[in-house]
């Protein structure tokens, strides 16, 4: 264990460690996929769309071990003893920082169907780990602001497209698809900028889980409806994390069915669909906010709030 180095000896270890993993593996992962479009035969497709996904695994692998080696993290995690790698499930979490996707690869990695993101198209270009993304079969979406819309009427709905195309794809190997409904990691001045309802968490966006739910909710298992808390209400930068400045985490993890009457309904052109499924979203993030106020209290019972 190296959590007795200073925090800059830590980081700077965690970020080789990192950078390592992912030039070794990434070369390999997108090897890999390329076979997919140059072999005929659909059982050898498959297989390498299997080895795809346990090259990603061992990359998080890897960022486990360097987060032991580094870290002295004190894990308070509940929910994750009954899931099965075998269900489809859909995954949603608040957003803090960017240490949250780490964490929840980390604690999540083989015990379900890997995680994908549906992600901004420009995310395509970031060096490496776009074209990792890529390989993965993540869907990129391109999204279009209201503004634009207003303009171009004929364009609604479009930033969606890739949305159906992964749909349809996720239906044949189970998969987990997750989205951070807020769209973007908290901060006090887009809480203040939303005027958001929230005393914790940003306003939800509904849309993307909604066609998600509505395409394919019949595959899905359930929900798994993720808080975490870092105690005394900081949200950590993703350098304090990896250079061991995070010292506590608490991560709860419920599994909630999904209403089945959301199933096969279309969320852009059913009124009605979207009404209903924003209720519930807010009232799952109504709970989810309560929730995060209670997991700083039992921060502060713990004395880990100092």
């Known amino acids: 264990m190296l959590s007795s180095l200073p925090p800059l000896l ?3 270890i965690a970020a080789v460690l990192l950078f390592a993993n992912t030039i070794v593996l990434a070369p390999v992962l997108v090897f890999v996929s390329l076979l997919r479009f140059v072999l005929p035969i659909h059982y050898l497709q498959k297989l390498c769309t299997v080895l795809a996904i346990k090259i990603a695994e061992l990359w998080i692998s890897g960022n486990s071990f360097w987060m032991r080696l580094t870290q002295k993290m004190q894990w308070d995690v509940e929910g994750i003893q009954a899931l099965d790698k075998n269900h489809w499930y859909l ?15 980390h604690l999540l990695n083989r015990k379900i169907p890997m995680l994908k993101f549906f992600l901004k198209q420009q995310l395509i270009w970031v060096p490496v780990i776009g074209l990792c993304w890529w390989a993965l079969d993540f869907p990129f979406m391109k999204r279009y602001t209201r503004e634009y819309l207003e303009k171009h009427p004929e364009k609604r709905g479009k930033d969606f497209e890739s949305t159906h195309r992964a749909c349809e794809k996720f239906r044949h190997t189970p ?9 973007t990691r908290f901060t006090p001045a887009k809480h203040q900028r939303q005027q958001s309802p929230y005393r914790n968490l940003l306003k939800p966006k509904a849309g993307g889980i909604g ?3 509505g395409a394919m909710g019949d595959c899905l298992n359930s929900l798994l409806d993720i808080t975490i808390a870092y105690p005394n ?16 985490v608490i991560v709860r993890v ?4 999904i209403p089945s009457h959301f199933l096969g309904r279309n969320y852009f052109e059913d009124p009605s669909f979207q009404a209903e499924f924003q209720a ?5 993030w109504e709970e989810k906010d309560s929730h995060v106020d209670q997991l700083q209290a039992l921060s502060i019972t713990k004395g880990w709030s100092v």
Request: hydrophobic letters at 45%; zero cysteines; proline letters at 2%.
């Open 233 to 248: 209400r900081t949200r950590p930068s993703f350098w304090e994390f990896i250079s061991g400045q995070v010292d506590h």
């Open 280 to 284: 519930w979203v807010t009232a799952l």
């Open 91 to 105: 995954v949603t979490s608040n957003h803090q920082s960017w240490a949250d996707i780490v964490i929840l690869q």
């Open 10 to 12: 830590r980081g700077t």
């Open 175 to 183: 998969v987990t698809v997750f989205n951070f409904l807020e769209g």
């Open 211 to 213: 066609f998600v739910v």
């Open 254 to 257: 419920e599994q909630k069915e």
